[in-house]
């Protein structure tokens, strides 16, 4: 059965289409597609979603897919091809029919589907199609969440609490990182999680180099750093929550670094309420931390956009992000991932922004967990 037609999604698409002039919109983001229709998939083949100013919007896709497309979409008309048939003149051929042969076609120049190559195919198949480039519009109009979008990620907050507590709870020296990765994926499943991918578990050490390392065949004996990133997801929509485990006690060297991390990342998520710019909420971070003399340099983000994850070639979503140089202005129910690293103790929140101040959606406490 069909999902229910989103018309605040469908209105805000086409309040930007108006603004970019585009009589029509290809949608063939992973992310906008999900968001718009309630289904989505990865592109094995083009797939796209046509939106009109008016009238019913429509998607192309291949055969295979047009059973579960019908099942989770609101969507009715579906066209379709066969793995040998040619996905962008079906694409072109469907505009055609619905009389768009000379439209003004709006397209996210950023969409990871649109590359260079698709451009030119739909070019060749649709000569007489004027362009409108809306670059960066499938990540911008998805930023301040629906009522339903917080609900889901509230909800992988939840999983990622409960995960982090069963690990508290069960993990030891002398487990294998590999174990560690493994109980978490088990409780994200149990729980309700979409998937298992848990997100980087690995020993740390320095002060951000850690983060995206992968080195699961590492043991953990006492003394050692265990970086946890949980980012469970729920309907596609991610929640992400860092804490390091440390066995074998916490010197005091490094509760004094984790406690000043904790209070400078306060310090900014309290600072997050609508109107608030950017790099001002950067900067209480960033620059605490280097006057604290915690890092001698602060290259990464302090923080970037959470929402909706579907599989694309990014993991994360920096269309907004939290650096010295961003300029944009927060804004209310906007869902932030803030983190910061030192030393190799590495602190993170899924932040959504209100009138008082960021609220955190974890419920979990914000210290180093002792196995």
Same mark, same amino acid.
């Given at each position: 059965?069909?999902?229910?037609?989103?018309?605040?999604?469908?209105?805000?698409? +086409?309040?930007?289409? +108006?603004?970019?002039?585009?009589?029509?919109?290809?949608?063939?983001?992973?992310?906008?597609?999900?968001?718009? #229709?309630?289904?989505?998939?990865?592109?094995?083949? /083009? +797939?796209?979603? $046509?939106?009109? $100013?008016?009238?019913?919007?429509?998607?192309?896709?291949?055969? $295979? !897919?047009?059973?579960?497309? =019908?099942?989770?979409?609101?969507?009715?008309?579906?066209?379709?091809?066969? &793995? %040998?048939? !040619?996905?962008?003149?079906?694409?072109? !051929?469907?505009?055609?029919? +619905?009389?768009?042969?000379?439209? =003004? $076609?709006?397209?996210?120049?950023?969409?990871?589907?649109? #590359?260079?190559? #698709?451009?030119?195919?739909?070019?060749? /198949?649709?000569?007489?199609?004027?362009?409108?480039?809306?670059?960066?519009?499938?990540d911008r109009i998805r930023q301040v969440k629906f009522h339903y979008e917080l609900d889901s990620l509230q909800q992988a907050a939840f999983i990622a609490d409960t995960t982090f507590l069963a690990l508290k709870e069960q993990v030891k020296a002398g487990w294998r990182v590999r174990d560690v990765a493994s109980l978490a994926a088990g409780v994200f499943l149990s729980e309700g999680a979409d998937t298992g991918e848990t997100g980087p578990v690995v020993r740390s050490a320095g002060d951000s180099g850690f983060l995206h390392a992968q080195t %699961?065949? !590492?043991?953990?004996? &006492?003394?050692?750093?265990? %970086?946890?990133?949980?980012?469970?997801?729920?309907? %596609?929509y991610s929640a992400r929550l860092m804490r390091p485990f440390i066995s074998g006690g916490v010197s005091a060297e490094r509760q004094h670094i984790a406690r000043q991390l904790i209070a400078l990342q306060d310090a900014q998520i309290a600072a997050m309420k609508p109107g608030a710019r950017a790099s001002d909420v950067d900067a209480i971070l960033r620059n605490g931390v280097l006057a604290a003399g915690l890092r001698a340099e602060y290259g990464n983000v302090t923080g970037y956009a959470l929402g909706l994850y579907t599989r694309t070639p990014r993991p994360s979503d920096f269309s907004h992000c939290f650096t010295p140089a961003a300029d944009w202005r927060l804004e209310e129910n906007m869902v932030f991932h803030m983190y910061t690293s030192a030393a190799g103790l590495a602190f993170s929140e899924t932040v959504v922004v209100r009138p008082e101040g960021g609220i955190r959606m974890s419920r979990l406490p914000r210290e180093v967990i002792e196995i």
């Open positions: 059965m069909s999902m229910p037609v989103n018309l605040a999604a469908l209105s805000r698409l +086409r309040d930007a289409m +108006r603004m970019a002039d585009a009589e029509v919109m290809l949608v063939d983001s992973g992310e906008l597609l999900a968001w718009l #229709t309630g289904f989505t998939v990865s592109e094995t083949l /083009y +797939r796209a979603c $046509l939106v009109p $100013l008016s009238g019913e919007p429509w998607i192309v896709l291949r055969q $295979l !897919d047009e059973a579960p497309c =019908r099942q989770l979409s609101w969507f009715r008309d579906v066209v379709t091809y066969s &793995d %040998h048939q !040619d996905p962008w003149k079906c694409v072109a !051929d469907s505009l055609i029919a +619905r009389g768009y042969r000379d439209c =003004r $076609l709006g397209a996210d120049t950023r969409s990871y589907g649109m #590359t260079v190559d #698709t451009w030119q195919q739909l070019s060749e /198949y649709l000569p007489d199609a004027v362009w409108r480039p809306m670059p960066g519009v499938s %699961h065949e !590492d043991i953990i004996r &006492d003394g050692d750093i265990l %970086h946890v990133e949980l980012i469970p997801k729920v309907k %596609h």
